[in-house]
């Protein structure tokens, strides 16, 4: 079994600046996916970025990169020049490779994050 | 686009009712999911099936049962419900196959709240 450790419940930035929020996890797959959503106030999960782990080079998606680092088990998530929509809640996820992707994504707790007029 | 449509954003139930939690999704996914969010606790798996009258226990099946007669649509069912069960539900589908399945689509949630 796998686990997703988000160690940051809250953040609060000021708008335009860049905020990196964290994720650990921990698993004995050697090739799995890994995930960044968003769920805003109106619950709508959207997923901001994935990550191949056979992949060396770090995902970006406009204002959004990770820094994935297979070795430590880590996989932060960058946001540039913050803005008002991006506040929302913001889980960290893992899935296993093969199996079709039934079985489902594994979730980290979840970081609050509030950009700040 | 791809749309996962739960039935009810809000509920009220009693304990001991039978609550069926209904999911329909409009893009011919296999894979189907059942997911619990609760403050604190992220989201977890209830039970998710891959195929019409397949299904799996996820990581919290305690308390749940789920039906799948037609590929589009995936109901959760509270048999008798507790308060315990009081939370909120996310319903998801993804395709099977690389790199289709890696992205989950998520309808809106039901908040289930039960006195």
């Known amino acids: 079994a796998q686990t997703v450790t988000q160690s940051q419940p809250e953040m609060s930035v000021q708008e335009a600046e860049t905020v990196t929020l964290s994720c650990t996890y921990d698993?004995?797959?050697?090739?799995?996916?890994l995930f960044w959503y968003k769920q805003p106030p109106s619950r709508q999960m959207i997923l901001v970025i994935r990550?191949?782990?056979?992949?060396?080079q770090n995902a970006t998606e406009n204002r959004f990169s990770v820094n994935f680092q297979k070795a430590a088990k880590s996989f932060s998530l960058k946001i540039s020049d913050s803005q008002l929509g991006d506040t929302a809640m913001y889980f960290c996820?893992?899935?296993?490779?093969?199996?079709?992707?039934?079985?489902?994504?594994?979730f980290g707790k979840g970081t609050h994050l509030i950009i700040q007029p | 686009d791809v749309k996962v449509t739960q039935s009810s954003r809000y509920l009220v139930k009693r304990t001991g009712e039978k609550v069926f939690l209904e999911c329909v999704q409009d893009?011919?996914?296999?894979?189907m999911f059942w997911y619990r969010q609760d403050p604190g606790l992220g989201l977890r798996l209830i039970y998710f099936?891959?195929?019409?009258?397949?299904?799996e226990k996820g990581d919290i099946p305690e308390g749940y049962s789920v039906s799948r007669e037609k590929k589009e649509r995936f109901s959760l069912i509270l048999e008798s419900a507790s308060t315990n069960q009081t939370s909120m539900y996310l319903c998801?589908?993804?395709?099977?196959?690389?790199?289709?399945?890696?992205?989950?689509?998520f309808g809106q949630g039901t908040r289930l709240t039960v006195v």
């Open positions: 996820a893992f899935m296993k490779n093969g199996g079709g992707g039934a079985d489902g994504l594994t």
């Open positions: 099936s891959y195929d019409v009258k397949m299904k």
């Open positions: 998801a589908s993804s395709l099977v196959g690389q790199p289709m399945n890696t992205e989950a689509f």
């Open positions: 990550q191949e782990a056979y992949k060396q």
């Open positions: 698993t004995s797959e050697s090739n799995y996916y």
């Open positions: 893009m011919d996914h296999e894979n």
